[in-house]
């Protein structure tokens, strides 16, 4: 059929606290944009680009179901919203990796290695989370009220 299917995949990590973009690693039909631009903001998607947040990925599932054609109008968006700079967040990930795969898991590192990790990627902070549900919930509903446009 002619139906439009809109993936959301949402994310945590990269980008300025509590901020928010679509990030793109697929082309745009001018259909697409179009939708984008009115039921999500024209300011709302970034693509592959080295001076943004959004990065080029490999293998990744929005990529495979786009490659698939699972419909004629198959929109992928990877939603990353933003936690904590990029150097922290690979400070931490470089860190809980070493302490995973050379450390003794059931060691005080390792423990605080992964209790760090969690907190860059989901902040305690009732404020960022409350942010981030409610922004996510938000993107949701317009996407529903787009499809059903």
Known sequence: G???VVHIDFHTGLGKYASWKHLLDSP???RQQQWLDQYQGSDSYETCNAEGIAYESRGDLGRWCVA???SPD?????TEFGAYNEVKILH???EENRAHLWGDPKSLAAIAAKKRLKQLFCPRSKKWRSAVLNKGMSIVKQAIQGLDA
């Open 68 to 70: 698939h054609q699972f």
């Open 92 to 94: 931490g990930l470089r």
């Open 2 to 4: 002619n139906k439009r």
């Open 28 to 30: 745009l039909t001018p």
């Open 74 to 78: 198959y929109l992928f968006l990877c």
